[in-house]
């Protein structure tokens, strides 16, 4: 199950490279999604999921226990996980909705033609372009 997990996020991190290079800002928010999803699902195998031949146990302490058992999965991946997830899911509303006044004012989806709502050179707060 482990290589299982180890080949999907290879493949999910490809894919969101591959989307990330490309020059239309949609597919590029979206690659930034597809990337900090790998990011959670990184995160969730350091909690040794699925590791040994017995069940995975939620991870619950015993009346009278003061520890986990050892077949119990480890808590603080999944908390982490999850606070990433919400922060993940923001990040995403907020490009989403600046993608969206971007196509209202400007029907150009290309990166690379945004800089044209840049100020010009002569601004002293903006450096030159360097154009070769």
């Known amino acids: 199950m482990m290589l299982m997990l180890i080949f999907s996020l290879s493949v999910i991190v490809a894919a969101s ?18 990337l900090g999803s ?22 619950i302490i015993a009346a009278g226990a003061e520890t986990l058992p050892a077949a119990a999965a480890n808590p603080l991946p999944q908390a982490l996980v999850l606070t990433a997830i919400v922060i993940g899911f923001a990040l995403l509303c907020f490009a989403l909705v600046l993608i969206a006044n971007l196509a209202r004012e400007d029907a150009r989806q290309d990166a690379d033609a945004l800089r044209a709502a840049e100020p010009e050179a002569t601004d002293p707060l903006k450096p030159p372009l360097l154009v070769p």
């Open 17 to 34: 490279v591959l989307l990330i290079l490309s020059r239309n800002t949609l597919r590029l928010v979206v690659g930034l999604a597809m």
């Open 38 to 59: 790998a990011a959670n699902l990184m995160v969730f195998l350091a909690g040794r999921p699925g590791l040994g031949p017995t069940p995975i146990l939620p991870p």
